[in-house]
């Protein structure tokens, strides 16, 4: 495909998305179809010649479309809101133009250095303190900075991740020659991170991902908030047993009933016992703005 193509298909396309956002409200927002439904009509192996754009438009409306749930349907109310806009749609046609990979400063400087923009700002309109930010006022040490990461699960592993090497750091930098390893390892395997029943799955799933151990706390019916006094006391008796508290996933807006935690009486606890505290605001969050 050349450039002339890239403009006539691409118009083309672009007026097909035109066209569904202004029919959303008359699609069925739940699709209809069984399970195994596109393994019948989609070929199984990588076919030896190329198929036109066409052939492949045909495909999407004839044999994916079917089988979408939308989203974006002001009938769809499901699981969470993800709603999209025109300026974020161009926006990806801009990223799918250029299609870098920003790994560092050097691959794709303006990348780069829109990321920590970007994610100050946002900082900013949570009002977050200056020590979260990347690029502070010369009165404050520059200790913050955010990173945008593919969505909130894969965020709350690179934070977990980062919780650990903190709680082992702390504990073994002072530790030195072959003993440093072993160290590493003791500690390691006594670190138990905590969340509530009503955290999002993301939270215990990294957790096992990166090899800890994990308490669900129990909420209380009708309240399901972590509270300072549930926490304190999980806390103290893995203590008790020689484990090492490092990690507490609280909530700021819950996916199941938008429950906001004791983030207060988490932070005490936590600060008590050294222990990292991460607030999920990928739900509830944007009410902070």
């Known amino acids: 495909m050349d450039t002339n193509q890239l403009r006539h298909q691409g118009k083309m396309v672009v007026d097909e998305m035109a066209e569904y956002y202004d029919n959303l ?21 990588v076919p030896d010649e190329p198929e036109s754009l066409e052939a492949i438009q045909r495909d999407f409306k004839d044999k994916i479309m079917p089988g ?13 809101p993800v709603n999209n806009s025109v300026p974020s749609i161009i926006g990806e046609m801009y990223t799918a133009m250029l299609n870098i990979v920003p790994f560092s400063w050097m691959t794709s400087p303006a990348a780069t250095e829109l990321e920590t923009i970007v994610t100050d700002a946002l900082g900013k309109l949570l009002g977050l303190s200056e020590r979260f930010l990347a690029l502070p006022s010369r009165k404050i040490k520059r200790l913050g900075g955010g990173v945008l990461q593919s969505g909130a699960s894969d965020s709350l592993l690179a934070i977990v991740v980062a919780a650990r090497e903190r709680a082992i750091s702390c504990r073994t930098d002072s530790v030195e020659g072959k003993e440093k390893d072993d160290a590493i390892i003791g500690v390691r395997n006594k670190l138990v991170a905590y969340c509530s029943d009503q955290t999002h799955s993301s939270v215990e799933k990294s957790t096992k991902i990166i090899g800890c151990i994990v308490r669900i706390v129990p909420t209380i019916e009708g309240d399901f908030r972590l509270t300072k006094e549930s926490l304190a006391l999980a806390v103290e008796q893995d203590i008790a047993k020689g484990l090492i508290p490092f990690f507490v996933g609280s909530s700021f807006g819950t996916t199941n009933t938008a429950t906001v935690d004791d983030l207060q009486g988490v932070a005490d606890v936590c600060e ?16 902070l703005a």
């Open 68 to 80: 979408i749930t939308h989203w974006q349907s002001p009938n769809f109310y499901g699981w969470y």
């Open 25 to 45: 409200d008359n699609i069925a927002p739940m699709a209809t179809v069984k399970p195994g439904n596109l393994y019948s009509l989609i070929p199984h192996a």
């Open 272 to 287: 008590q016992h050294q222990i990292w505290m991460h607030v999920d605001g990928a739900y509830g969050g944007a009410a």
